[in-house]
T-cell receptor, first 109, second 115 residues
């Protein structure tokens, strides 16, 4: 089975901090995605990548950036965290079908 | 871009009864429609999916139907059990499930199975 691992389950950060969320997949998938999940809004796509060093904006990229230096690793970066970025962040990878990680619940105070 | 509407937002059914969740989509180019189940503290797990060349697909107590003309698809769970309680998400994609384009999700349905 494909495994998508997000390095932290829970994070608490201060406003203005630079935050890194890490995601690793073990099945050599080309495509990786970052979503955020908020109550009543479902999952919304932030960024995705279909190859090393490639990135594409999703529906809500503002305030975020990403990095994909290796095929198995896709990082989401909050350059200057704000309270409205408090959310559950989900990483996924795909080749045929999508597999999600367990999520990182980020709280910005 | 694609827009996926999902109803109802909350559904409560008696154990043993059937549950139906409905979704509509806007982009006629969408051709892959997965359903995910998310339990508390976990990421979404794929439970069933359907591609646009198929009208219905079943897997034990779960079935999905697709009406391309009307642009809607539905999840049917029969003989519901307590472990079916979760949040269910529908999604749509234009990449046939190949994973190149990402998924557009509905807002989710909280399914509650009453004992």
């Amino acid at each position: 089975d494909v495994k998508v691992t997000q390095s932290s389950r829970y994070l608490v950060k201060r406003t203005g901090e630079k935050v890194f969320l890490e995601c690793v997949q073990d099945m050599d998938h080309e495509n990786m995605f970052w979503y955020r999940q908020d109550p009543g809004l479902g999952l919304r796509l932030i960024y995705f990548s279909y190859d090393v060093k490639m990135k594409e904006k999703g529906d809500i990229p503002e305030g975020y950036s990403v990095s994909r230096e290796k095929k198995e690793r896709f990082s989401l970066i909050l350059e200057s965290a704000s309270t409205n970025q408090t959310s559950m962040y989900l990483c996924a990878s795909s080749r045929r079908g999508y597999t999600f990680g367990s999520g990182t619940r980020l709280t910005v105070v | 871009g694609e827009n996926v509407e999902q109803h109802p937002s909350t559904l409560s059914v008696q154990e043993g009864d059937s549950a139906v969740i409905k979704c509509t989509y806007s982009d006629s180019a969408s051709n892959y429609f997965p359903w995910y189940k998310q339990e508390l503290g976990k990421g979404p797990q794929l439970i069933i999916d359907i591609r646009s060349n198929v009208g219905e697909k079943k897997d034990q107590r779960i079935a999905v139907t697709l009406n391309k003309t009307a642009k809607h698809f539905s999840l049917h769970i029969t003989e519901t059990q307590p472990e079916d309680s979760a949040v269910y998400f529908c999604a749509a994609s234009t990449d046939s499930g190949g994973g190149a384009d990402g998924l557009t999700f509905g807002k989710g349905t909280h399914l509650i199975i009453q004992p």
